[in-house]
């Protein structure tokens, strides 16, 4: 039997380019003599049951796609109770599911990566909504400004392609939004007030390197909270500062830590945000966030590659914010 198994989603980042990047993909593990069978996922929900079944037939499993197949295959690994090693090839728009581990988007490299084996544990998430959806994640769970571009963005892959796609539905959310109120109940914090968006950080990044919880790491047992509280006229402008992470200290974005997280809407009669993780809309809050502390094993560089490359592009590591 096939050592890995990769499950690849034809849809991921620009579809005209998918079918070329997976090609390379297997080309690049079939010159490492790395052994693997490929499935591909054909609906929604459908990389979770693949990779929740090739977990327990004793597989390791690889998710090949952007971050919403990422998220869905260490989902069906998660679940599966099995304990299986679960691994990424990046070949989406984002990457940043692959990142919070120290992944490049690369995938000659991420290939690399699964031929050297090396593997070790991670904190991940669990959201849990009021309707009773639970979801694993790797990276960030989000609620307001920031959920509301996922789902546009994508209802909206049909008509746009990639980045173009995230921008444009930034700015068509822009022009409509309002903030709200909300209530963040922490371990040892509460916030009660207006947000644009509040992120609740496993990883740093979301949106395609954009870096809301700069300051989060994978392996402190902890999440990293920014409630953000800028006005819609600036927000655009601190969006763009996110990719250098130079967003982090402000004084219209209140940081927390804590395990567990428990959001509301403050006032009951406001139209609840909606929330997402990995880039998976979940539904509308309440939503209580729990972190599990080295929750699950993941095929990794042994050093955070990225860390690395951003520390060599900006001459820093994203998560100093001495700058």
Not at 5 to 28: H, L, M, R
Not at 127 to 142: M, N, P
């Amino acid at each position: 039997m096939e050592d890995h198994a990769i499950i690849f989603n034809p849809v991921a980042g620009k579809t005209k380019e998918s079918k070329k990047d997976i090609d390379y993909a297997c080309q690049c593990l079939d010159n490492l003599n790395v052994s693997y069978k490929l499935f591909e996922s054909e609906y929604a929900g459908h990389a979770i049951e693949l990779a929740n079944q090739l977990a327990r037939d004793g597989y390791r499993v690889i998710g090949a796609g952007g971050d919403g197949t990422c998220n869905e295959v260490l989902h069906g690994a998660i679940t599966s109770n099995s304990g299986a090693l679960c691994g990424f090839i990046p070949m989406g728009t984002g990457n940043d599911i692959p990142g919070a581990i120290g992944i490049l988007p690369d995938i000659k490299r991420a290939c690399e990566v699964i031929h050297e084996g090396h593997s070790s544990k991670s904190d991940i998430g669990l959201a849990t909504t009021h309707e009773g959806v639970k979801r694993f994640f790797l990276g960030i769970g989000s609620q307001g400004f920031d959920a509301e571009v996922t789902k546009r963005t994508n209802e909206a892959k049909k008509h746009f392609k990639g980045t173009k796609n995230y921008v444009v539905q930034v700015l068509k959310t822009l022009i409509t939004w309002k903030s709200k109120k909300v209530k963040i109940t922490m371990d040892n914090d509460q916030y009660e007030g207006n947000a644009n968006l509040l992120a609740v950080g496993n990883g740093p990044s979301y949106g395609g390197w954009m870096y809301i919880c700069q300051n989060s790491r994978v392996d402190d047992g902890l999440f990293n909270i920014s409630v953000v509280d800028i006005g819609k006229g600036k927000l655009l402008y601190y969006f763009n500062k996110m990719y250098s992470a130079t967003l982090l200290p402000h004084p219209n974005v209140a940081e927390f830590q804590s395990k567990k997280v428990e959001i509301e809407m403050l006032n009951s009669e406001d139209e609840p945000y909606l929330c997402q993780v990995d880039g998976e809309v979940l539904g509308t809050i309440p939503v209580t966030y729990e972190t599990i502390k080295d929750g699950y094993e993941f095929i990794r560089p042994e050093v955070d590659e990225v860390a690395e490359a951003f520390k060599e592009k900006y001459g820093r590591y994203f998560y100093d914010t001495n700058y």
